[in-house]
C-alpha cells in the first residue's frame, strides 16, 4: 500500500514548540500528517549532529510535561487528528567507547574531552544499544515513558523509535515484552528462514531494505533518512523504488537539522510522493496490528 510517513525523532522538554510549528505547520496545513518521536524525560544534549563536539549533561534531565508550551502544542495536534507520537528511548543518553576504552563510558562533557585529547576513534552507542545494561532495566525505562505518555497525553503507545536507530537484543525483548512495534527493521537473529531470504532477495534484486510491513512480534516498517548525512537523490530513487512495488515510504528526519536546504528537500519529496498517488499516514496506524 502506498502510504507516506513523516516521522521526526527528537520532540523532548528542551524542544522549542515554536520551531516545532514553525516547520511542520505547512505540512500538516497541507495535508501531510507527522509521527514525532517522544523522548519523555531527555537529558540535555549540546551540539548535535556534530561527531567532534556533542556530549551530554546526565545530571540536567527533565520530564516532557515541564515545557507546557510544546505539550500543549501536541496535544492540540493530537485532538485534531494530524499526528501522533511514538517512544523514542526514556531519556536519550548515549554511551561510548574507543579502542582502547573497552567498558561504555556516559557521553559527557568530561569523559569525551578525555577521549578525545587522546585522539582516540570514539563510538556511540544509543540509550537501547548499552549491552551493559539488563532487560529489567530496559523494562524500567519503558515503563516510565509509557506512563508519561499516559498521564500527559492520555495516549497508549503502540511504536517505538529506537533512539540513534540502535537495539540491542535486551532492549528488543523488553520493547516486545510491551508489545510495541518499531520503526525500523530490527532483530535479524529473530527472523525466520523465510524472513531472511525476503530481506536477501529486496536487497539483492530491488536495492532497497525489505519495504513492506515486517509481521513479526514487533511489527516493523524500514525507513529512509533525510539528513545533512543523507543523498537527496537516493531518497527520491528509494520512493521510485518502493511506488513501483507498491510499497509504504518512510521518511525519518530530525527537526533540529531541519535547515532551508533540508526543509526544501522534504516538501520536494512529499509533494512528489502525493502526485504519484502516496496517502499521508501516521505510523501507528499503519503499523497496527
Ligand atoms: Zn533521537
Redesign the pocket.
Known amino acids: 500500500m502506498k502510504y507516506l510517513i513523516i516521522r521526526d ?2 520532540l523532548s522538554y528542551w524542544t522549542s514548540k515554536d520551531e516545532i510549528e514553525e516547520k511542520y505547520a505547512p505540512f500538516l496545513n497541507k495535508g501531510f500528517r507527522v509521527s514525532f ?1 517522544i ?1 519523555s524525560d531527555s537529558v540535555r544534549s549540546y551540539n548535535l549532529g556534530n561527531y567532534d563536539t556533542f556530549y551530554q549533561d546526565f545530571d540536567l534531565q527533565k520530564n516532557i510535561n515541564e515545557n507546557k508550551e510544546l505539550v500543549s502544542f501536541i496535544k492540540d495536534e493530537l485532538f485534531k487528528n494530524r499526528i501522533d507520537i511514538l517512544v ?2 526514556h531519556n ?1 543518553t548515549y554511551y561510548f567507547n574507543t579502542c582502547t576504552i573497552k567498558e561504555l563510558l556516559p557521553a559527557t562533557h568530561e569523559n569525551l574531552t578525555l577521549a578525545r585529547q587522546n585522539n582516540k576513534k570514539i563510538f556511540f552507542f ?1 540509550e537501547f544499544n548499552n549491552g551493559q545494561i539488563t532487560k529489567k532495566m530496559y523494562l524500567d525505562k519503558l515503563q516510565n515513558a509509557i506512563s508519561t505518555f499516559k498521564s500527559v497525553f492520555n495516549i497508549e503507545p503502540t511504536v517505538f ?1 529506537p ?2 536507530n540502535q537495539l540491542c537484543d535486551n532492549a528488543l525483548k523488553a520493547i516486545q515484552s510491551y508489545n510495541l512495534n518499531i520503526s525500523g527493521l530490527y532483530g535479524k537473529n529473530h527472523l525466520s528462514v523465510y524472513q531472511n531470504i525476503l530481506r536477501l532477495y529486496y536487497s539483492k534484486f530491488h536495492k532497497i531494505h525489505y519495504p513492506h510491513i515486517y509481521k513479526n512480534i514487533t511489527n516493523q516498517l524500514s525507513y529512509h533518512s533525510l539528513t545533512t548525512a543523507s543523498s537527496f537523490d537516493d531518497l527520491v530513487l528509494k520512493l521510485e523504488i518502493s511506488n513501483k512495488l507498491n510499497a509504504p515510504f518512510q521518511i525519518a528526519t ?1 527537526y533540529w537539522e531541519l535547515d532551508y536546504n533540508l526543509l526544501s528537500q522534504l516538501s520536494e519529496i512529499c509533494n512528489y510522493a502525493k502526485r504519484i498517488g502516496y496517502i499521508p499516514i501516521k505510523l501507528s496506524q499503519i503499523l497496527h496490528k
Open positions: 525523532d527528537d518521536g523522548i523514542h528511548g536519550h544509543g523509535i533512539p540513534s530530525h
